[in-house]
């Protein structure tokens, strides 16, 4: 198709360049096609831009989710060059986490991070991850004072508990 665009500008310079283009497409055909397949199910997930976290966590974009990264993935295996698939790899795993953060899971959204860190992002691949990071470090502080909470919880309950009292002071007015 470019060879028949109208600005000669925009046409291959030569019969080599063409050839070379050419082999180039043929060569990366099957990765291309894997990332337009699987963009293509992303496409599904976001209607009207980005999926809420409710929907990305929901078992169906879960599976649209696992099955576009693995075929993003399968695309740069065949052709690390293929800018399309690596966008759209950052894309699923940055869904990926918001997933996880929405499901209150710091440990999977941490892990899916580190996958994303894998290739040198853009400045606003790095505010985005540098946000991720944050909001996964909140997440779990935000859990641990939970679990805390909830350990000083049974501490007084179990300190209030008439059997157990009952039975100190049996232990007690024995002694005495």
Do not use: C, Y
């Amino acid at each position: 198709n470019r060879a028949t665009r109208p600005d000669k500008r925009e046409r291959p310079k030569s019969a080599a360049a063409f050839r070379e283009a050419l082999t180039d497409f043929v060569r990366h055909r099957a990765s291309s096609r894997l990332a337009e397949e699987a963009r293509g199910r992303l496409e599904g997930l976001g209607h009207e831009g980005a999926p809420t976290p409710a929907v990305l966590a929901s078992p169906e974009a879960t599976r649209i989710l696992t099955e576009s990264r693995f075929a993003f993935t399968q695309a740069l295996r065949e052709w690390e060059g293929n800018t399309e698939a690596r966008r759209g790899l950052g894309q699923t795993l940055r869904w990926m986490i918001e997933a996880e953060l929405h499901r209150r899971s710091p440990d999977a959204a941490e892990a899916l991070l580190s996958a994303l860190g894998t290739g040198e992002p853009a400045a606003a691949e790095a505010s985005a991850t540098a946000d991720l990071s944050a909001r996964i470090a909140a997440l779990r502080t935000e859990l641990q004072e939970a679990r805390r909470l909830e350990d000083q919880a049974r501490a007084e309950a179990r300190e209030q508990d008439p059997r157990r009292t009952a039975r100190q002071r049996a232990w007690i007015s024995a002694g005495l």
